[in-house]
């Protein structure tokens, strides 16, 4: 068996020569070489975060490579969420080694590889080939269908396809001041929830939306506005100038409403500057207690009424999580799940961990069938540590 450190370089321009969809293919013939890897692929997560879709590199035997495989309670769940390696037997010598594919916390999936040893040095390097895949495919993924293809272990409707594309790229993000995680559980017939982020210099953009209706003509709505929101946004417009940019939109190309929350924080000091239009309340974990904040709320967005968005602040905490709710999250059935109990027992969890169990008890709560959206979106504040450590007391 030959080794040696990944040529990150190397891959990388191996990884850029090949066709996007063979991303795989270029980390399995990496390994392949460095240590005589047997069996190579990547499983994905689906949309819904509850299979795996595997994709195996173009020369593997891999009796599975269609089959999706159901996520809970598997290895693979165990490694997602603890986003630690897992080494396992594999046949009489081998061994099946299982890594996470996460770029800035969000979990793309993992990468399972048979080698017939392994040891310290050799598990660090296929640490490494996954960290260098998930870029590759984040990368690739501009260029090719193929990754969302395999995305979709059930058919996907119009309104549920406009509605997909309206959403970030990846649903967690984590930095040096911050932690979030979001999650969208469609209803049946399509809700016009969306939810939105985006990291500037010095501040973090939050929204959370919910356009009035249900099918395409509220994925239509939702398009209108998230359109709106995201020019004003990158036109450097604060809360309060997105809110009014968005309402304008609304009242001059559609009849319908929409409510939202948008937030603005800046990541020196977690000052926090935010409009309610209409939308249901966050709740605030602080100290171990979960409160909903005391928002004013305004109108929703495309009531044609005179109306002026009022800009209200909160300041932020280190150790404070901060949860964005949609209706679909309390109303109609959902109202039996206990949301305050649920977001006070997963404290402790990753907020993408926390995103799970508070939308698994939801759907719970509706039997598995929503007649609303249910969106939830999470973010824990961990402050600037370089300016904590500036203002901390020094030696006497």
Known sequence: MEGGDLELGELLAAAEAAPPGE??????????????????????????????????A?????ADHDEPT?????????VLRSQRQHVEP??????????????????IGVLEVTLQSVDDTVLRQVRDAAHALAYI??????FTDLYHLGRRTTETSLAAEIQHQLLPSAPCCEAEQFTLAAGLVPADDIGGDTYDYTLDRDTLHLSITDAMGHDT???LLATLLIGALRRARRSGCDALKQANHAHQALLSHSR??????????????????????????????????VEELKLAVNLPFGVAAPTSYRLQELHLLPGDRLVLLTDGMQERGAAAADLT????????????????????????????????DATVLILDWHGSRRRQAEERPGPR
């Open 23 to 56: 991303s795989v293919d270029v980390v399995a013939h990496d390994l392949q070489k460095r240590f005589g890897a047997e069996r190579v692929s990547f499983l994905f997560v689906d949309l819904v975060g509850q299979r795996l879709v595997r994709l195996a």
């Open 58 to 62: 173009a020369d593997a035997d891999v």
């Open 70 to 78: 159901d996520l809970l309670g598997s290895v693979y769940d165990s």
């Open 90 to 107: 594999d046949g009489q010598d081998g061994r099946r080694v299982i890594t996470p594919v996460t770029n800035r916390g969000d979990c």
């Open 137 to 142: 495919i984040v990368t690739d993924r501009r």
């Open 217 to 219: 003509n509220s994925a």
């Open 256 to 289: 319908g409403l929409a409510t939202g929350q948008l937030l603005c924080v800046e990541l020196d000091t977690g000052l926090c500057e935010l409009v309610n239009a209409g939308h249901p309340r966050p709740l605030l974990l602080r100290d171990g207690t």
């Open 341 to 372: 109990s649920i977001v006070h027992e997963t404290r402790d969890l990753h907020p993408r961990e926390a995103v799970r169990r508070l939308t698994a008890a939801v759907l719970e709560a509706c039997h598995g069938n929503l007649r609303d």
